[in-house]
């Protein structure tokens, strides 16, 4: 489903956030990318969703390369790869309902169908009577909460995670991991990027350990390792 190969990003002589990075994700699966900060996790997430472009190497999803992709083709990827990032992101002058409404609406959703699906995604993610409350209104973990619903209403093939519990206390953390293990058992792919090394063994999935940007250890399951 997903591919990178040989995939390198170098910024400038003194710095390379990759270095010959190759490996795939199938669709479905649940993967972990570990690293300390700095380690290339979040420069793959930006190669996958075309927010940067490789220096070397190619990056694949369904079968097609994503930079080869023609300017009006990369809403439409990104539509099918959810994105939630540490800092949540949300429209503070926007309630969590309109939070998410805006992104269907960006995408051209008539009002039925967005009337019909915000309360759906809100009820999945346990906020179903937070819907009028502004972000300010919300703690720590009800604004992942309504940033994952943003990320899947538009019911993408994968949801990517870059450190999504990173604002969190761990109360609020692990609700947000109960989450994403659920949307995955309900087959949509994850990746999730964190250098939580007490995440990464409770869930006993796939792991791909990154360094200097490199992938130095890939296993499944796999555990928080690094030297």
Do not use: C
């Not at 609406?105 to 009820?123: F, M, N, Q, R, S």
């Not at 899947?152 to 519990?165: C, G, M, N």
């Amino acid at each position: 489903m997903i591919r990178f190969q040989n995939v390198s990003k170098i910024y400038n002589s003194q710095s390379a956030a990759l270095r010959d990075v190759s490996f795939s994700v199938d669709s479905g699966e649940f993967i972990s990318l570990v690293g300390r900060s700095g380690a290339g996790k979040s420069t793959l997430l930006k190669l996958l969703i075309v927010e940067e472009k490789p220096s070397e190497g190619r990056v694949y999803f369904d079968k097609r390369d994503v930079h080869k992709m023609r300017p009006h083709e990369v809403p439409f990827l990104r539509r099918r790869i959810g994105a939630i990032f540490q800092d949540f992101k949300l429209l503070p002058q926007k309630t969590a309902y309109e939070n998410i409404a805006f992104a269907m609406e960006v995408a051209g959703k008539p009002k039925t169908e967005i009337h019909h699906d915000v309360p759906l995604v809100l009820d999945l993610v346990g906020l179903k009577d937070k819907g009028n409350n502004f972000p300010r209104e919300l703690s720590g973990g009800e604004k992942q909460r309504v940033a994952i619903a943003r990320a899947l209403v538009h019911r993408p093939d994968v949801i990517v995670a870059d450190e999504p519990t990173g604002n969190l206390d761990p109360i609020n953390t692990w609700d947000v991991i109960r989450l994403l293990i659920k949307i995955n058992e309900m087959g949509t792919t994850v990746i999730l990027a964190t250098h939580d090394k007490e995440i990464i063994n409770a869930l006993s999935r796939r792991v791909v350990s990154l360094d200097k940007g490199a992938v130095i250890r890939d296993e499944n399951p796999g555990r928080y390792i690094l030297s």
